[in-house]
């Protein structure tokens, strides 16, 4: 049997919605774009929307709106995909690294204050793996120290914590729509607030420096940051199968933590109890997890790792040599490293059945005891 690590659930229901594109002959960005971002506005609960041509230009274009510049620094966990901290980059900004707690790998709001300098303009929790950052501690942070918050919720589209939606509790929330995510356009990317001047920068910023597109006339600089009504109608149905979708994704949590349960030496990934879970990815925590993964490679299933931290990112040495090594020697980010030698991804997708995951589990189980 193979089990491959990810799926996109796409198929007829997709492709019906991207024929009416063609019939309609429009196929840039218009009326699909329009619905897929209200109806994604009635999900999420902000006032504001844009949608943004992946999850990094998201972030991008939410960092430029809160004008993060050079000479800036913005607080990144350690332990995210690297589009996080890449997008701060683009920005001519620093990131700069801060560990994670070692139950659910989301940053540790008591590590930021020691980071805090003059340089500082925001902090970017990452909603991980699905589930919320302690976002009430997060944002006390920020009003003292009169920082803005950014939230990376690419993993976290249908996620509360106590109520609230992912990417509501800061300034701007981004969203991602890769393959791999809970509902996916392919590529695509959303950037949400609820502050009208913010949205308005972003209007400027994504369409070329102009609030309409048909003119010419470009009062501010913006880029082309668009997305087309081809994704947009991937989108909407996506969004028409994804309560589907989620019930999927938290019966597989339940089916892995059914069988897995008890095994020694098997931790789960724990989310906070005041989280939901839409699980973008089952985690668990073992010894050996490379080992396991070879293994569980040899038997045609197809895991992954979780992130490699950002300090020891070769893209991020030059950060060293511009006075940032103390701040990235690996002693500060046990929980990080911890993470990234002893986490797996387990096979996460709508549509894995009951008989790939007990496949799994038993082959897990096989290799825990050929250990002993
Ligand atoms: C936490 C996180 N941030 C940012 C991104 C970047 O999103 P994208 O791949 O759409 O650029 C991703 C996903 O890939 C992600 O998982």
Redesign the pocket.
């Known amino acids: 049997m193979k089990v491959p690590q990810f799926m996109p659930w796409v198929g007829q229901t997709e492709y019906r919605e991207i024929a009416t594109c063609f019939k309609s002959n429009w196929i840039t960005e218009g009326p699909k774009a329009r619905v897929f971002k209200e109806k994604l506005l009635e999900i999420i609960g902000s006032k504001y929307a844009v949608l943004a041509p992946?999850?990094?230009?998201?972030?991008y274009l939410g960092l430029k709106a809160l004008r993060v510049g050079p000479g800036d620094e913005v607080i990144v966990p350690d332990f995210?995909?690297i589009?996080?901290a890449t997008?701060v980059e683009m920005c001519g900004a620093t990131p700069v690294f801060v560990d994670v707690n070692r139950r659910n790998f989301q940053i540790d709001p008591t590590l930021i204050p020691p980071l805090i300098t003059k340089k500082t303009r925001a902090i970017m929790p990452?909603?991980?793996y699905g589930t919320l950052v302690d976002m009430p501690a997060v944002v006390k942070i920020a009003k003292k120290y009169k920082l803005q918050i950014i939230e990376?919720a690419?993993?976290a589209i249908g996620v509360h914590r106590e109520g609230k939606h992912a990417g509501t509790f800061g300034e701007v929330g981004?969203f991602?729509?890769?393959a791999?995510?809970t509902i996916t356009t392919a590529?695509?990317?959303l950037v949400v607030t609820d502050k009208a001047e913010l949205y308005e920068r972003l209007l400027y910023l994504r369409n070329q420096g102009r609030i309409k597109s048909g003119t010419f006339i470009h009062p501010k600089i913006g880029y082309n940051l668009r997305m087309t009504d081809l994704q947009c109608a991937v989108g909407l149905a996506q969004l028409s199968k994804i309560n589907q979708i989620i019930i999927r994704k938290k019966r597989i949590l339940s089916l892995y933590q059914q069988q897995l349960k008890d095994i020694p030496g098997i931790t789960f990934f724990a989310p906070d109890t005041t989280s939901e879970w839409i699980p973008?990815r089952v985690g668990i925590l073992v010894n050996r997890a490379h080992e396991l993964m070879e293994y569980l490679q040899k038997k045609s299933i197809e895991t992954r790792t979780f992130f490699y931290p950002l300090h020891r990112q070769p893209a991020f040495a030059y950060l060293k040599k511009q006075g940032y090594a103390k701040k990235m020697a690996d002693s500060r980010f046990p929980n990080s490293l911890f993470g990234s030698s002893h986490g797996v991804c387990l096979p996460t997708f709508p549509a894995l059945t009951s008989t790939q995951i007990h496949y799994v589990c038993k082959t897990i189980k096989q290799f825990l005891h050929d250990q002993k």
Not at 54 to 59: D, H, K, Q, R
């Open positions: 992946n999850g990094t230009l998201a972030i995210t995909f589009g996080s997008a990452v909603h991980m990376d690419a993993e981004c991602s729509f890769f791999d995510k590529e695509g990317g973008f």
